[in-house]
């Protein structure tokens, strides 16, 4: 394994073991940050596409989903948590049905569009979502 996936690797294993400094929200947002910065990996380094970064893509995105199965809205956010959750499945459904196919085909012009457009959107409304249901 080469030292730029060691280093991926091991990130992603340290925020997994991370202990809950904020709430389970602000980890979370740290779990897609994780899950986003793999993808991008994925997209942006061409050379460095193997099976284990494809298989840190899902891994880091099932991740987020484990997690937001187990955690309960706060009280008075259920409206805002409903949608969190709604956006993550809309927005991972397009990784790994649109995005991740256009990288693997490298079909630049199109992840970037998918990536720069709807994704992009929906990234910045579920950090969003959890800064209201922080509050």
Do not use: C
């Not at 997994?16 to 400094?21: D, G, I, L, Q, T």
């Not at 927005?91 to 049905?97: C, I, N, S």
């Not at 929906?122 to 969003?128: G, P, Q, V, W």
Request: hydrophobic share 40%; charged share 35%; proline share 4%.
């Amino acid at each position: 394994m080469n030292s730029s996936r060691v280093a991926t690797a091991s990130a992603f294993i340290l925020i997994s073991a991370m202990p809950s400094f904020g709430s389970e929200f602000t980890v979370l947002k740290e779990e897609i940050k994780t899950a986003r910065q793999a993808l991008v990996h994925l997209a942006l380094y061409r050379e460095k596409r193997s099976p284990e970064q494809f298989k840190l893509v899902k891994d880091t995105a099932d991740l987020v989903s484990e997690h937001l199965r187990k955690i309960s809205p706060p009280a008075k956010k259920a409206v805002e948590f409903k949608e969190l959750k709604e956006t993550w499945a809309a927005f991972k459904k397009t990784r790994e049905e649109e995005l991740v196919p256009a990288i693997q085909r490298n079909d630049r012009a199109r992840y970037e569009k998918i990536g720069a457009g709807i994704q992009k959107d929906r990234l910045e409304r579920m950090y969003a979502l959890i800064d209201i249901i922080e509050k």
